[in-house]
Structure formats: structure tokens, C-alpha cells
């Protein structure tokens, strides 16, 4: 499974701040939703929905234990966190690169 | 058990001493914050006394980290923790190489990310941002 999974949806699952705080909290330990949402500024549906994402993005598995749920993080999540943070230093020194031509450029023009 | 040190390298086109001056003078320019900030698009970030600080459109800042090692023109080193309390520090060195034809090869290895930690100490330090995804995270595997 760790193969499959995408860090484009690594990179759109951990783009946003409360399924940051999903993932640390799930750090602690397997928690059902409802102690997930007592910790957070937002309702059950919501963090029920962030982790829907979250499992579709490799990071959280959920295991049903009698009637509860747990959610819990997933061994693959720490391979896709690798390759997101790989794109993320790719991204930013694309950036440096492009801001460095842009000038080397415009420098060049003004002195042919 | 451990996130191994992410390594990536860019080449630009100028020399070592102007590509460090580059990153570190002009960060506000290029860096993407938009996708890569603690407050998003619209605010700042600068090298300012040591430290890169992130300044959001609302006017709140956010240290990313304090530079730990800094020799002009080959090397950039500092620790990173933007949106997390340094304690959550990981390590990020950046250097710059001529690459014999005029122009630099920038090489950034990022590394430090614990392979155990505490759980009351994680839960003081790790409360917002990467650095405690990627704890929380390598703790799993």
C-alpha cells in the first residue's frame, strides 16, 4: 500500500491546519472521532469529513473495535510525509531558482 | 523508525556569493508563501537579527527558525520550525557550490526529526505545524 500512495494527496491532505492537528493528536494514540472533536474548535462532522481525506490520502486507517471506530495513523503516512516534504524543498528552491534567473535576465538585458 | 534527511539541489545562474546573498537578502521576494507559509499569501518573511520570521497580512508573526551557522559565500545553516515552538526544531543546511560554469549548485539537506519522543513533551511542543506532523508521524512507521 505505501507504494500507492500519492503525495499530491499527501500535499492537499496536510495543506490544511486542523488535519495537521488531527495527525499530531492521532500521534498520541488511536482516538475515536468524538474525543478528536472534543480537542478541536471544530464539530464531529467536520473532523469526521478531514478524516475521510486523511485515510484517502494514506496517512489515517480506522479499525472498528465492537461498535467504535478508532482512527489511527497510518505506517504508510510516514513514507507520503517523506515524498511531501521532498516536493515541498523542490518547490521552494524551484522558486529561488526562478526569482534568480528572472534577475540574471533583466540584468542581462540591460547590459547586452 | 527514523524520516531520513531529505536532500534536494537546485543550480542557478550566478555566482556562490550572489545566489547566498540572494536567499537570504531577497527571501521575501521568492519564497512561495502562499503555499509553503504559516499565514499564507499577502504577508512577508525576512532574515532579520538571526532569526527568519514570518509576517502574515494581519500583522502576527511566526519565527521559522534562527540561523545556527552562516558562512558567506558556501554555507546557510538554521533550524526550522515554522508553526511550532523551537523545541520542535528540526535542522535545514543549505550550501552553495560553483559548479564550473558560472553558475551555483544549491544543495538544502533538511534533517533531525526525532525517532522517539516523549509523549507529555510532544504534546507541550508539538502543536501546530510541521515539524510535529512529521514527528507524530515518523512515531507511527
Redesign the interface.
Known sequence: MSNLVSAHAVLDALGDPTRRQIVERLGHGPRPVGALADALPVGRPAVSKHLRVLTDAGLVRHTAVGTRHLYSLAPAGRDAVQAWLTEQWGEVLGAFAEHVETLEHADQRRSP | MN??P?V???????PPAR?HR??VD?IG????LG??GVFGAGGTVTVTEGRIVETGPDGRTAVWGTLTDVAEPGLLAFTWHPGAPPEAATHVRVTFADDGAGGTR?E?V?TGWPAHRD?RA??EA?????P??????????
Open positions: 524520516i531520513e531529505v534536494r539541489q537546485v543550480v542557478v545562474p550566478c545566489a540572494l536567499f531577497d521576494t521568492w519564497w512561495p503555499e509553503h544549491v538544502l533538511h509523549p510532544a504534546r508539538y502543536d501546530r505545524g510541521w510535529g506532523v512529521l514527528a507524530a508521524l515518523a512515531a507511527a512507521a
